[in-house]
């Protein structure tokens, strides 16, 4: 299992010391890099966690992703609760990953910015249907999965397979004036948002992506 926390030098003691079969190690103190520290732990015999301690995200300030973060209570014996970065922190630090670093422009990365285009989705019909206000605040995130689509990474995105509105519950949102007034904009938005034109698309990933059977996200337009 892999793992990314938001911290320093601290926390990755922390998460060291917690584990009595760890191996802690820190980047050269010149490294142009994210990551604070990394903890490989080995459970058992057969598993193994790899947490890598990073000091920012990219795309996101450090203060916003903490801001924003969501409280989840984890099942155990023990009261443990910890904070998880937002869904939609999620889509645009991956979208902005594959954008601005050359070691997330592989399958992997697409396939991260797929699931994370899922995750938006079911996240954003749930606040539609089951928080209180939730229909306003579902089209104020709706508003920013598009500003996401139209920025240079999200174009990027794009070019490279990945649809933003597989991330919209187009169903979820009742409000009359969305989908009669707003609902055509923003497809057009969508639509025109095209990719720099020093932008390669990487279309050797998306073809390994279609042999794998893994081409098409499960939405279809029913279920939006």
Request: charged share 20%; aromatic share 6%.
């Amino acid at each position: 299992m892999d793992a990314d926390y938001l911290g320093d030098t601290v926390v990755v003691d922390q998460i060291g010391r917690g584990f009595a079969q760890s191996t802690v190690t820190f980047p050269p103190p010149t490294a142009l890099t994210a990551l604070v520290g990394n903890v490989h732990i080995i459970p058992d015999d057969e598993s193994y966690m790899n947490v890598d301690v990073i000091h920012k995200v990219v795309g996101i300030r450090a203060d916003l992703v903490r801001q924003r973060s969501v409280p989840v209570a984890l099942p155990m014996d023990v009261a443990v609760c910890i904070q998880v970065m937002h869904p939609l922190h999620v889509l645009r630090s991956r979208v902005h990953n594959f954008y601005f670093l050359d070691d997330k422009r592989t399958v992997n990365g697409i396939m991260q910015m797929r699931l994370a285009v899922q995750v938006a989705h079911a996240y954003v019909m749930d606040v539609a249907r089951n928080m209180e206000g939730g229909q306003r605040i579902a089209r104020k995130m709706i508003e920013e999965i598009v500003t996401l689509a139209k920025c240079s990474p999200g174009r990027a995105a794009k070019a490279n397979g990945i649809d933003f509105t597989e991330a919209i519950p187009f169903a979820a949102i009742s409000c009359k004036m969305f989908h009669e007034k707003r609902l055509p904009h923003l497809f057009a938005e969508l639509r025109n948002a095209k990719p720099q034109k020093n932008w390669e698309p990487a279309v050797a990933l998306v073809s390994q992506l279609s042999e794998f059977g893994l081409g098409q996200s499960p939405h279809t337009a029913a279920g939006r």
